[in-house]
């Protein structure tokens, strides 16, 4: 038999034991080809600095208590963004959905401001509230409430009316049919609306921190280019997408596993 | 005595793309007793289903009158159940929760609705299927659930809106001989829209013809009970019956 084939159905059998190493062996040769790279000496090592550099500067950052700080900034602002918008968000997306008048009245004033893209808000924010924590969280809140208020407007349209009947003709008040039939038919679409609201509002809260920042890892990434220290640059862009693979594979994946495919309202 | 008046409905769309209102019921009145079985048979655009959503209130009538133990039906109601061709089971209950909805949407404890639920499960021999999602069941199967769902609210009236056409021929057979029987133990006042004569025939004791918007023909069906597809099928009368109506509905 092909020994490749062999050593496929056995990393198969691994990771299906051991589900962690599906998200890290992937990245066995990315790290091996940057190692190389780093080693052979093509570059100065400020200039591009090796896997292990960043690991070092990784612990010394963590010994310092720098990135567990920053990082409790940037997760708590984002996590505070995405619950105001989708507060905000879902029930403005229900009464678009549900009632045709408000749909007619709000679509285009939707699609309008949806367009101007979050940092594109900076300039006047930074003259209202300054370079402050207000700015930031208005930036995130309005970058996750709008494909989670499109999102769920478009997942609300989509519940078969026959269900809302149905609800109907078995005793429910309109309020119960809201709650039993609607937001429940609607849950696919609104958790595609937060899984974008997340991601958007992630890459803009790096953006905003820094420019507005304070702190953060946006800031920690800027800060570190004003030093020239490259590893601490790299080591920032490695948080942002460990923490991203975290909330999608802990917080996101798990909801939507649990929800809509057992129910068969999404397809695997 | 209970029943279901249809006084002089009339139910006219107006169709933006023609231009024009359109009839798409006109004047049709019809009563219903307490424990009958009527099935409504036609050809597709007679205006059965537009009939039927008009009763269930889920459209409004434009002129007449729809009165349910003399007084008026305005909008959808408990008392009036409804069985879908979709199914409209939903998605994200189990069985079990779907047939304890409508107790539970009545204000009743959740002991005494999954009790209600069990037993009507029991009724439609689904016991097994209690913890199941819709998804994970026959066609067959979700539409005995969304009959029991319908029944386990104890409706004054249950509407079926061709309920058995998106099933398999033989699981319908089945599902026929099913409905005459939980009918023949509980009684249930029923209307049954269907557009398969033999059908109509089975289940009901009255058949009303309809066609393009009209009752064209009451005929009162002495078939003796229980029914059951191996007698009836070679019943001199019941093919006599069908030939009836299958000219009636070719003509219509």
Same mark, same amino acid.
């Given at each position: 038999?092909?020994?490749? /084939?062999?050593?496929?159905?056995?990393?198969?059998?691994?990771?299906?034991?051991?589900?962690?190493?599906?998200?890290?062996?992937?990245?066995?040769?990315?790290?091996?080809?940057?190692? +190389?790279?780093?080693?052979?000496?093509?570059?100065?090592?400020?200039?591009?600095?090796?896997?292990?550099?960043?690991?070092?500067?990784?612990?010394?950052?963590?010994?310092?208590? +720098?990135?567990?700080?920053?990082?409790?900034?940037? +997760?708590?602002?984002?996590?505070?963004?995405?619950?105001?918008?989708?507060?905000?968000?879902?029930?403005?997306?229900?009464?678009?959905? /549900?009632?045709?008048?408000?749909?007619?009245?709000?679509?285009?004033?939707?699609?309008?401001?949806?367009?101007?893209?979050?940092?594109?808000?900076?300039?006047?924010?930074?003259?209202?509230?300054?370079?402050?924590?207000?700015?930031?969280?208005?930036?995130?809140?309005?970058?996750?409430?709008?494909?989670?208020?499109?999102?769920?407007?478009?997942?609300?349209?989509?519940?078969?009316?026959?269900?809302?009947?149905?609800?109907?003709?078995?005793?429910?008040?309109?309020?119960?049919?809201?709650?039993?039939?609607? /937001?429940?038919?609607?849950?696919?679409?609104?958790?595609?609306?937060?899984?974008?609201?997340?991601?958007?509002?992630?890459?803009?809260?790096?953006?905003?921190?820094?420019?507005?920042?304070?702190?953060?890892?946006?800031?920690?990434?800027?800060?570190?280019?004003?030093?020239?220290?490259?590893?601490? +640059?790299?080591?920032?862009?490695?948080?942002?997408?460990?923490?991203?693979?975290?909330?999608?594979?802990?917080?996101?994946?798990?909801?939507?596993?649990?929800?809509?495919?057992?129910?068969?309202?999404?397809?695997? | 005595?209970?029943?279901?008046?249809?006084?002089?409905?009339?139910?006219?769309?107006?169709?933006?793309?023609?231009?024009?209102?359109?009839?798409?019921?006109?004047?049709?009145?019809?009563?219903?007793?307490?424990?009958?079985f009527?099935?409504?048979?036609?050809?597709?655009?007679?205006?059965?289903?537009?009939?039927?959503?008009?009763?269930?209130?889920?459209?409004?009538?434009?002129?007449?009158?729809?009165?349910? &133990?003399?007084?008026?039906?305005?909008?959808?109601?408990?008392?009036?159940?409804?069985?879908?061709?979709?199914?409209?089971?939903?998605?994200?209950?189990?069985?079990?929760?779907?047939?304890?909805?409508?107790?539970?949407?009545?204000?009743?404890?959740?002991?005494?609705?999954?009790?209600?639920?069990?037993?009507?499960?029991?009724?439609?021999?689904?016991?097994?299927?209690?913890?199941?999602?819709?998804?994970?069941?026959?066609?067959?199967?979700?539409?005995?659930?969304?009959?029991?769902?319908?029944?386990?609210?104890?409706?004054?009236?249950?509407?079926?809106?061709?309920?058995?056409?998106?099933? &398999?021929?033989?699981?319908?057979m089945t599902?026929q001989e099913e409905l005459t029987r939980i009918w023949q133990e509980r009684k249930?006042?029923?209307?049954?829209?269907?557009?398969?004569?033999?059908?109509?025939?089975f289940l009901a004791e009255?058949?009303?013809?309809?066609?393009?918007?009209?009752?064209?023909?009451?005929? &009162?069906v002495?078939l003796p009970r229980p029914r059951s597809w191996d007698t009836l099928? &070679?019943d001199?009368?019941f093919?006599?019956?069908?030939?009836?109506?299958?000219?009636?509905?070719?003509?219509?």
């Open positions: 038999m092909n020994p490749l /084939l062999i050593g496929w159905s056995l990393y198969s059998r691994w990771s299906a034991r051991y589900p962690a190493v599906h998200s890290i062996v992937p990245f066995i040769p990315i790290v091996a080809l940057w190692a +190389i790279v780093a080693e052979s000496g093509i570059f100065p090592r400020a200039f591009f600095p090796g896997p292990m550099d960043v690991v070092f500067s990784f612990g010394s950052l963590m010994y310092k208590g +720098i990135l567990p700080d920053y990082l409790e900034d940037s +997760i708590v602002r984002l996590a505070v963004g995405a619950a105001v918008g989708m507060t905000l968000g879902i029930p403005l997306g229900i009464l678009v959905g /549900l009632n045709s008048r408000a749909h007619t009245m709000l679509w285009p004033i939707l699609l309008f401001f949806q367009a101007i893209g979050d940092i594109a808000w900076l300039p006047i924010l930074l003259i209202w509230f300054g370079f402050s924590l207000t700015t930031m969280t208005i930036v995130i809140v309005y970058t996750v409430l709008f494909p989670v208020v499109l999102n769920t407007a478009l997942g609300v349209r989509r519940v078969p009316h026959d269900l809302s009947r149905a609800a109907l003709c078995l005793g429910a008040s309109r309020a119960r049919v809201i709650w039993e039939v609607v /937001l429940p038919g609607a849950l696919p679409n609104i958790m595609t609306g937060l899984r974008n609201g997340l991601g958007y509002g992630w890459r803009a809260l790096i953006a905003t921190e820094i420019i507005v920042g304070t702190s953060g890892i946006g800031f920690l990434m800027f800060d570190a280019r004003r030093a020239g220290s490259v590893v601490e +640059i790299m080591l920032g862009m490695i948080v942002l997408g460990i923490l991203w693979y975290i909330v999608d594979g802990w917080v996101l994946a798990p909801i939507e596993r649990a929800t809509g495919r057992r129910w068969g309202l999404v397809t695997q | 005595m209970k029943s279901l008046s249809l006084c002089n409905i009339s139910k006219t769309y107006f169709d933006p793309y023609a231009g024009a209102h359109v009839t798409a019921v006109h004047d049709v009145s019809l009563t219903v007793r307490q424990g009958e009527v099935s409504i048979v036609g050809p597709s655009g007679c205006g059965k289903t537009t009939l039927l959503n008009m009763i269930a209130g889920f459209i409004p009538v434009s002129a007449g009158e729809i009165l349910l &133990d003399g007084r008026a039906v305005n909008g959808p109601g408990r008392e009036r159940g409804v069985v879908f061709q979709s199914f409209a089971l939903f998605p994200w209950k189990t069985v079990l929760e779907n047939v304890a909805f409508g107790p539970k949407m009545c204000g009743m404890a959740g002991t005494e609705c999954n009790r209600i639920a069990r037993e009507y499960l029991d009724l439609a021999g689904l016991s097994h299927a209690a913890d199941r999602y819709p998804n994970e069941l026959s066609g067959g199967m979700q539409q005995r659930v969304g009959v029991v769902r319908a029944l386990a609210n104890n409706p004054e009236v249950l509407l079926m809106d061709e309920p058995f056409a998106s099933v &398999d021929a033989q699981t319908r599902l249930p006042t029923v209307i049954f829209i269907t557009h398969d004569v033999g059908e109509a025939i009255r058949v009303v013809v309809l066609s393009k918007g009209r009752v064209l023909r009451e005929i &009162d002495p099928i &070679d001199g009368a093919k006599a019956l069908s030939a009836t109506v299958l000219q009636l509905v070719r003509e219509a």
